[in-house]
């Protein structure tokens, strides 16, 4: 159940506490005396959108609280431990709105965010409003409040789902088979790329091979001189008389090695001078090897400069360097090979489709039973109902007819028709039922579906609207029966609904320190006497509307 609600700098109210109690509460009060904040202040605190200009003027920020127990609500329970919100038995929801325009939600002291907080406000509370009566002529919200009266909602999701996945697998493969020419050429284009690719036989890392043996042979001659040169000047073996580096620096190391003492600078320089000639005589060995295996090979060079050629012009076709070639080659092959197997995709996208097509109306047969027998036992409870609303003549019936095709929410369209005297046939309730009639037809079927919501909190903000008299006596006494099994907090302009409630807020307005302050207050005996008689006799309390208000309520809450 609701039971506290405390707001900060909203609207008309500086600070309000209110705490709320199992049963019917009737909250009521002249127009414009700030009834309705309740019903504002706990859509803020669950997460409906807030505006700046609710802030009360002069404050920098405003903010809403809502308590709960949760004790006995299951779902709601289940939800906050899913979340790691959980608190016990109790839980506290807390929007704040700054004038910047920033929002926050907090769920037990925790951050939360909007969503969650709509979330868990589904679980626990069900606002039902003055204008819902214009939704009931929609066609989609008739077909909504069957479905929730029948419990049928998890199923029309799963229904919903099954769909989604259905047209959706369906439609892809019609793109795919449109597709199919366009399709058939890119694979002709990627064979052939592919075979040129193919038939070259670029290898990974071989254009980099190539280009290095291609720029040697292209030199072969020049690094053939250069290497003999370095090898004269390196090496005295042909030369003795004309020493070279090899041989003067074993006549360096002589001469220090013929000393009689060393120094360990010495000693130091005559290993680096034996460590030096070991380096060029390794050097002339290298430039040796490299004269005996490297030689100018004209044909050779030829059959290199042909494949890089070839390579280096499909690489310019394909907007790619040479050496990416391979990587091309497995990238076209792996495009071709899917292409390829399209057309068994082809097979088992369509079995898919054919398999989700038949759970889709297998499910929609089972659903459409369900609402027919839902229909009858829905008009024939509300019918009840129209008749304790003093509209005895009149009778609705739920028509469901089949549609051309599957829809996400089934195979029929829902929808109340309604026949407001005997021998008249059911209508559309926009093209029959007046405003009044309307009200009361609306106010039937939200308790039918109250009597069936799992939700513990229900809250009526003025759907009395256009009754009066003996017809809102009925209304308190239906509302004050849901109150029995859960939590029903009503906003009314009527006396007679009023005296039902187990607890009787009063909302008034009067002025403030700087503005004017809208507040709730608690009534006892004595003042719930007082208000039911100002909502009778008006500005003016006579002995006649009071002695008129202690029978309403002796007989309300008798």
């Not at 399709?183 to 990627?190: F, I, T």
Request: with cysteine; net charge negative.
């Amino acid at each position: 159940m609701l039971s506290s609600l405390t707001i900060s700098q909203f609207t008309l109210v500086e600070y309000l506490d209110v705490e709320f109690r199992s049963g019917m509460t009737a909250i009521t009060g002249e127009t414009g005396a700030g009834k309705s904040l309740v019903v504002d202040a706990l859509g803020l605190a669950l997460g409906d959108r807030g505006d700046t200009d609710q802030i009360r003027q002069g404050a920098a920020q405003m903010e809403v609280c809502a308590g709960f127990d949760v004790d006995n609500n299951a779902p709601a329970l289940n939800w906050l431990a899913e979340h790691d919100l959980s608190d016990g038995n109790a839980c506290l929801c807390r929007r704040t709105l700054s004038r910047e325009g920033r929002s926050r939600g907090y769920i037990n002291g925790q951050p939360a965010t909007m969503s969650q907080l709509r979330e868990f406000g589904a679980l626990v509370i069900d606002i039902h409003n003055q204008h819902e009566h214009q939704s009931l002529l929609q066609k989609n919200h008739q077909r909504v409040l069957l479905d929730e009266y029948a419990g049928h909602v998890a199923q029309v999701n799963s229904l919903a789902e099954v769909y989604r996945q259905w047209r959706a697998l369906e439609e892809k493969l019609l793109d795919i088979r449109a597709r199919g020419d366009q399709a058939a050429a890119e694979q002709e284009l990627l064979t052939f790329q592919l075979e040129e690719l193919l038939e070259l036989g670029l290898a990974k890392g071989e254009i980099e091979q190539l280009e290095e043996e291609q720029t040697l042979l292209a030199h072969a001659e020049e690094i053939a001189q250069a290497c003999r040169q370095a090898l004269n000047l390196c090496d005295d073996s042909d030369t003795p008389e004309q020493p070279g580096a090899s041989g003067m620096l074993r006549k360096a190391g002589t001469l220090l090695q013929a000393l009689p003492q060393h120094s360990p600078a010495l000693a130091q320089a005559l290993d680096m001078l034996d460590s030096a000639a070991i380096q060029v005589a390794e050097a002339c060995r290298e430039m040796d090897h490299h004269l005996d295996t490297h030689h100018a090979d004209p044909a050779r060079l030829q059959q290199l400069e042909t494949r890089l050629s070839e390579a280096y012009q499909i690489a310019r076709k394909h907007k790619v360097q040479a050496d990416e070639l391979p990587a091309l080659t497995t990238r076209l092959t792996q495009e071709l090979e899917s292409i390829a197997t399209t057309e068994d995709n082809l097979t088992a996208m369509a079995d898919e489709v054919k398999a989700l097509k038949a759970e889709y109306f297998s499910q929609a047969e089972v659903l459409s039973q369900k609402r027919k027998k839902a229909a009858k036992t829905f008009a024939q409870k509300v019918n009840a109902q129209l008749v304790e609303l003093a509209m005895a003549t009149a009778s609705i019936k739920i028509s469901l007819e089949p549609l051309a095709q599957g829809t996400a929410w089934g195979l029929e369209s829902v929808e109340i028709l309604i026949s407001t005297n005997p021998g008249q046939p059911h209508r559309p309730l926009e093209k029959i039922a007046s405003g009044g009639e309307l009200s009361r037809v609306s106010l039937a079927i939200q308790v039918v579906a109250a009597e069936h919501c799992q939700i513990p909190v229900l809250v009526f903000d003025e759907v009395d609207v256009g009754i009066g008299g003996a017809t809102a006596d009925v209304v308190g006494r239906l509302l004050r029966k849901l109150g029995e099994t859960g939590q029903v907090i009503c906003i009314s302009h009527q006396p007679q609904v009023a005296a039902h409630a187990q607890h009787h807020w009063r909302a008034s307005k009067s002025p403030g320190k700087s503005s004017v302050e809208s507040a709730l207050i608690a009534l006892d005996a004595a003042a719930r006497v007082e208000e039911i008689a100002r909502m009778l006799g008006g500005e003016k309390i006579t002995k006649t509307t009071i002695s008129h208000a202690e029978e309403m309520l002796a007989a309300g809450t008798g």
